[in-house]
T-cell receptor, first 109, second 114 residues
Framework: NAGVTQTPKFHILKIGQSMTLQCTQDMNHNYMYWYRQDPGMGLKLIYYSVGAGITDKGEVPNGYNVSRSTTEDFPLRLELAAPSQTSVYFC????????FGQGTRLTVV | GNSVTQMEGPVTLSEEAFLTINCTYTATGYPSLFWYVQYPGEGLQLLLKATKADDKGSNKGFEATYRKETTSFHLEKGSVQVSDSAVYFCALTFFYNQGGKLIFGQGTELSVKP
């Protein structure tokens, strides 16, 4: 049972470029989330989804987009990357408790 | 709004010392409460949880009791080990009416020395 899988694990992006962080889960969970983790700040919710075809903004959605075409996948899209988006990104899924992926460490230079 | 506040770290202890990491919350209603642990270079793992007042969550020697009167969920362990060195996050959620979103505290780094 793989749980929540994120790719890539590390990435360096240039300012203004775009990329998609991938997240897939094999637990058939309806709820999925994207968080970013910055030092000393805990985790902040970017976007979440309560099921396929339904997404909603979290606390810090600006500069990001998501889609949820299937129950399994919840990709996070960064458009026009900025240095402020340098962070560690975590995807999670839940039924009654959340399971997290290993994270993607993204650097925007 | 809903929020979680944890004691600031880093916390440095000697092996076999007693651990307390304070966590208090502000919430409208009665959330479920969680402690997550993050080992270096890894994602978050659920450590323990409590879903209603006076519940005690426990796992791997760690315990926390949901105290509604003091809106607290302090994490304790009687004797820490070097392998407990990690960052600990307190969190709350309202599963059924807020999409299951977790609200996290800022995290407390624990370092245990031999």
């Amino acid at each position: 049972n793989a749980g929540v899988t994120q790719t890539p694990k590390f990435h360096i992006l240039k300012i203004g470029q775009s990329m998609t962080l991938q997240c897939t889960q094999d637990m058939n969970h309806n709820y999925m989330y994207w968080y970013r983790q910055d030092p000393g700040m805990g985790l902040k919710l970017i976007y979440y989804s309560v099921g396929a075809g339904i997404t909603d903004k979290g606390e810090v959605p600006n500069g990001y987009n998501v889609s949820r075409s299937t129950t399994e996948d919840f990709p996070l899209r960064l458009e026009l990357a900025a240095p402020s988006q340098t962070s560690v990104y975590f995807c999670a899924s839940s039924l009654t408790e959340a399971f997290f992926g290993q994270g993607t460490r993204l650097t925007v230079v | 709004g809903n929020s979680v506040t944890q004691m600031e770290g880093p916390v440095t202890l000697s092996e076999e010392a007693f651990l307390t990491i304070n966590c208090t919350y502000t919430a409208t209603g009665y959330p479920s409460l969680f402690w997550y642990v993050q080992y270096p270079g890894e994602g978050l793992q659920l450590l323990l949880k409590a879903t209603k007042a006076d519940d005690k969550g426990s796992n791997k020697g760690f315990e926390a009791t949901y105290r509604k009167e003091t809106t607290s969920f302090h994490l304790e362990k009687g004797s820490v080990q070097v392998s407990d060195s990690a960052v600990y996050f307190c969190a709350l959620t309202f599963f059924y009416n807020q999409g299951g979103k977790l609200i996290f505290g800022q995290g407390t780094e624990l370092s245990v020395k031999p």
